[in-house]
């Protein structure tokens, strides 16, 4: 079985600060990670993801994650955050066979303070 | 190239009353998803159908149904809405690339049971 667990339904950061959301998972064959944005009243957008290439995944806006298989973790940064970051964030794992449901962790709420 | 629509946006129902939730993708992937967001619990997959004529439980499936109508429309019914199908509710579906599927998700549809 898969899971995700993310650190913090809840992180609050100064406007120009790193970001850093924390995403940590559980899967039994090697998985497929993805990062998604939700803003307010809105569905979910990719953000990033992994696949087995680079451990280190460049998304939109200047998000990246990397891939840390000792760690199991799968961490969302941004150097400098910006007001219109302020949204859900949500971190997913699937199987890196075709055609499997994501599961979904809890999501964490960026909030950006000016 | 509108992707994924759902219909309606917005949604409130007494309970007892039913009534379906329509997905549409222009998009030609075989596999749709059905999901619900709730506050604090992340995304929980309620059906999913990996082809035409073809549909299979998530997670949480109780007092739902699905069709999967041909290969663009995959639609949610609830026969006797209960209070706690208060939700949002997002369909998407699934891109199979060479470097890893991708699911992309409509915009929601909020629903209240009174």
């Known amino acids: 079985a898969q899971s995700v667990t993310q650190l913090g339904s809840h992180v609050s950061v100064s406007e120009g600060a790193l970001v850093l959301l924390r995403c940590n998972y559980s899967s039994s064959v090697p998985p497929y990670l993805f990062w998604y944005v939700q803003y307010p009243n809105q569905g979910l957008q990719l953000l990033l993801k992994?696949?087995?290439?680079?451990?280190l995944v460049k998304g939109i806006n200047d998000f990246e994650a990397e891939f840390k298989k000792s760690e199991t973790s799968f961490h969302l940064t941004k150097p400098s955050a910006h007001m219109s970051d302020a949204a859900e964030y949500f971190c997913?794992?699937?199987?890196?066979?075709?055609?499997?449901?994501?599961?979904f962790g809890k999501g964490t709420r960026l909030s950006v303070i000016a | 190239n509108a992707g994924v629509t759902q219909t309606p946006k917005f949604q409130v129902l007494k309970t007892g009353q039913s009534m379906t939730l329509q997905c549409a993708q222009d998009m030609n992937h075989n596999s749709m998803y059905w999901y619900r967001q709730d506050p604090g619990m992340g995304l929980r997959l309620i059906y999913y159908?990996?082809?035409?004529?073809?549909?299979d439980k998530g997670e949480v499936p109780n007092g739902y149904n699905v069709s999967r109508l041909n290969k663009r429309e995959f639609s949610l019914r609830l026969e006797s809405a209960a209070p706690s199908q208060t939700s949002v509710y997002f369909c998407a579906c699934l891109r199979v690339g060479r470097v890893g599927d991708t699911q992309y998700f409509g915009p929601g549809t909020r629903l209240t049971v009174l």
């Open positions: 159908s990996a082809s035409e004529g073809t549909t």
């Open positions: 997913a794992v699937s199987k890196s066979s075709g055609n499997t449901p994501l599961v």
């Open positions: 992994y696949t087995s290439a680079a451990t």
